[in-house]
């Protein structure tokens, strides 16, 4: 039987567990002083989002901060928050301080800040690129869209007006592997992919925006943008053996 008072999707309790989550988020950016001084380090704004996003997601979603490692050894910046398939990604480093993972298994990529801006989105636009250029060496290859491999976005507790950060992250991304996927502003709403005037992840030709209302705010909209983005990520597994680069330490000559 189910507990009429279980916080299901839709019900008031639900909608509440959401707002909690969104001011949990705020106090941990608080604590962390994230708002009084110079930039936060980056194990602070990983830990502001990693509890709310594991509370949230699926067993088979890990959440860490760090940085991205192809099998040719380019490696990206700093990423706050990093998800990651945690069945079939290994963690080539990882201690409390930093891990590094390799591109294959990277499935979204979000860059924290204070503000949002039109420079925070054209650094997060400038890492993204980074990403989507690294090469890959999976176990099995998918067709990727560049918009969407890995997925990137910008949260953030303050920011323009969200019709003016829509027309900055058109203006930072000149090319698709530019593209931000999301920006969330806590106190304000969402910025998301539209395909003819209407939300859609898939395809994309425009930006549109929607206002943080008092059913779900601006963090229930996240999370519902960035479970469907998630969930249409291609699956693929990393090939250790190019990491390792076994195939160049073979003896293959007579004994």
């Given at each position: 039987?189910?507990?009429?008072?279980?916080?299901?999707?839709?019900?008031?309790?639900?909608?509440?567990?959401?707002?909690?989550?969104?001011?949990?988020i705020?106090?941990?950016?608080?604590?962390?002083?994230f708002f009084?001084h110079?930039?936060?380090?980056?194990?602070?704004?990983?830990?502001?989002l990693?509890?709310?996003?594991?509370?949230v997601?699926?067993?088979r979603?890990g959440?860490?901060?760090?940085?991205?490692?192809?099998a040719?050894?380019?490696?990206?910046?700093?990423?706050?928050?990093?998800?990651?398939?945690?069945?079939?990604t290994?963690?080539?480093?990882?201690?409390p301080?930093?891990?590094?993972?390799p591109?294959?298994?990277?499935l979204a990529?979000?860059?924290?800040k204070s503000t949002?801006n039109?420079?925070?989105?054209?650094?997060?636009?400038?890492?993204?690129?980074q990403?989507r250029e690294?090469?890959?060496a999976?176990t099995?290859?998918?067709e990727?869209?560049?918009?969407?491999?890995?997925?990137?976005?910008?949260?953030?507790?303050?920011?323009?007006?969200?019709?003016?950060?829509?027309?900055?992250?058109?203006?930072?991304?000149?090319?698709?592997?530019?593209?931000?996927?999301?920006?969330?502003?806590?106190d304000?709403?969402?910025?998301?992919?539209?395909?003819?005037?209407?939300p859609?992840?898939?395809?994309?030709d425009?930006?549109?925006?929607?206002?943080?209302?008092?059913?779900?705010?601006?963090?229930?909209m996240?999370?519902?943008?960035?479970?469907?983005?998630?969930a249409?990520?291609?699956d693929?597994?990393?090939?250790?053996?190019?990491?390792?680069?076994?195939?160049?330490m073979?003896?293959t000559?007579?004994?």
């Open positions: 039987m189910v507990d009429d008072a279980a916080p299901l999707p839709g019900s008031e309790r639900y909608r509440e567990f959401l707002r909690d989550q969104s001011r949990e705020r106090a941990n950016a608080e604590q962390a002083g009084e110079g930039p936060t380090t980056g194990a602070a704004r990983e830990w502001i990693r509890k709310p996003l594991e509370d997601l699926p067993y979603y959440v860490a901060g760090g940085q991205v490692l192809a040719d050894n380019t490696i990206s910046s700093q990423w706050d928050v990093l998800i990651y398939s945690r069945l079939d290994p963690r080539l480093y990882n201690t301080a930093a891990t590094v993972l591109i294959e298994g990277v990529a979000i860059s924290v949002v039109k420079d925070a989105l054209a650094n997060a636009a400038q890492a993204a690129t990403l690294m090469s890959r999976a099995k290859r998918h990727r869209e560049p918009w969407l491999s890995p997925p990137v976005y910008v949260f953030g507790f303050k920011g323009l007006t969200l019709p003016t950060l829509m027309h900055h992250a058109k203006a930072v991304a000149p090319h698709e592997g530019a593209i931000i996927n999301s920006i969330c502003v806590l304000k709403g969402l910025i998301l992919p539209t395909k003819d005037g209407r859609d992840h898939r395809e994309f425009d930006y549109g925006h929607a206002p943080a209302g008092a059913e779900h705010g601006a963090w229930g996240f999370l519902a943008l960035l479970w469907a983005q998630l249409a990520s291609p693929e597994r990393p090939n250790l053996m190019a990491y390792v680069k076994i195939a160049d073979l003896d000559e007579p004994g």
